[in-house]
C-alpha cells in the first residue's frame, strides 16, 4: 500500500500531513471573496466559482471521501517585495501538486485534487465552451469554499511558517 505522505515528501513537497474530509467546511463567506474576482477567473474557468458547484454540492463531495493528505510548499522572500521567490514557490508548488494529482489517480481515479488557485492547465480556459482535458482539470480549496487557516490548523500544520515565509496549500481527498 503506498503511503502518501511519504509520497508527498519525495515529491519535493516541504510538509504533507493527514487530513480528514469530516473536518472540512465549504464556506459561502470564502466564495465571497472569489466573487471579488482578484484572481479574474470567478465565472471565467470551469474549476472557479460558480462553475466548480454550488457550495451545498462542493461541501457533499467533499464529504463523499475517506481520507485526505493536505501539502504545503514554502518559500523564505530575501527582501519585502520578493517577486522571484513567489513566482518560484507557487510553480514549484504547482508542478509539484499536478505531479502528485497525477500519481494518486493512477490509484484513485476520482480523488479530488484542490490547488491554489484555478486550473492553468490551458493557456486560456475554453470556457464557456467545453472544458479541454476534464481528466487534468484541477480546482482550487478557495474555489470549494475551504478556509485555509483552519484547514491546516485541523489537519496539525501550521499555516504560517515566521518571518518572510509564504506557503502554497493544497489537498487531497481520495
Ligand atoms: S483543463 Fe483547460 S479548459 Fe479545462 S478547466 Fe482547465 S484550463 Fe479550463
Given at each position: 500500500?503506498?503511503?502518501?505522505?511519504?509520497?508527498?515528501?519525495?515529491?519535493?513537497?516541504?510538509?504533507?500531513?493527514?487530513?480528514?474530509?469530516?473536518?472540512?467546511?465549504?464556506?459561502?463567506?470564502?466564495?465571497?471573496?472569489?466573487?471579488?474576482?482578484?484572481?479574474?477567473?470567478?465565472?471565467?474557468?470551469?474549476?472557479?466559482?460558480?462553475?466548480?458547484?454550488?457550495?451545498?454540492?462542493?461541501?457533499?463531495?467533499?464529504?463523499?471521501?475517506?481520507?485526505?493528505?493536505?501539502?504545503?510548499?514554502?518559500g523564505?522572500?530575501?527582501?519585502?517585495?520578493?517577486?522571484?521567490?513567489?513566482?518560484?514557490t507557487?510553480?514549484?508548488?504547482?508542478?509539484?501538486?499536478?505531479?502528485?494529482?497525477?500519481?494518486?489517480?493512477?490509484?484513485?481515479?476520482?480523488?479530488?485534487?484542490?490547488?491554489?488557485?484555478?486550473?492553468?492547465?490551458?493557456?486560456?480556459?475554453?470556457?464557456?465552451?467545453?472544458?479541454?482535458?476534464?481528466?487534468?482539470?484541477?480546482?482550487?480549496?478557495?474555489?470549494?469554499?475551504?478556509?485555509?487557516?483552519?484547514?491546516?490548523?485541523?489537519?496539525?500544520?501550521?499555516?504560517?511558517?515566521?518571518?518572510?515565509s509564504l506557503t502554497?496549500?493544497?489537498?487531497?481527498?481520495?
Amino acid at each position: 500500500m503506498i503511503d502518501w505522505i511519504e509520497k508527498a515528501k519525495e515529491m519535493s513537497f516541504d510538509a504533507a500531513a493527514p487530513l480528514d474530509p469530516k473536518t472540512l467546511i465549504a464556506r459561502e463567506d470564502v466564495r465571497e471573496m472569489c466573487a471579488a474576482d482578484k484572481c479574474h477567473t470567478y465565472n471565467k474557468n470551469w474549476t472557479c466559482p460558480p462553475n466548480c458547484g454550488t457550495i451545498e454540492e462542493c461541501q457533499k463531495q467533499m464529504q463523499g471521501y475517506t481520507n485526505g493528505i493536505l501539502l504545503q510548499t514554502t518559500g523564505y522572500m530575501t527582501k519585502t517585495f520578493d517577486t522571484k521567490t513567489y513566482q518560484e514557490t507557487e510553480k514549484r508548488h504547482m508542478v509539484n501538486f499536478r505531479h502528485f494529482a497525477e500519481e494518486i489517480r493512477k490509484t484513485y481515479p476520482d480523488a479530488l485534487c484542490l490547488g491554489a488557485g484555478g486550473c492553468h492547465f490551458c493557456k486560456e480556459c475554453s470556457f464557456p465552451k467545453e472544458c479541454r482535458f476534464p481528466d487534468k482539470a484541477l480546482s482550487s480549496m478557495e474555489g470549494y469554499g475551504l478556509f485555509i487557516i483552519h484547514v491546516c490548523r485541523d489537519a496539525g500544520l501550521p499555516y504560517y511558517y515566521g518571518k518572510n515565509s509564504l506557503t502554497y496549500t493544497a489537498c487531497v481527498l481520495y
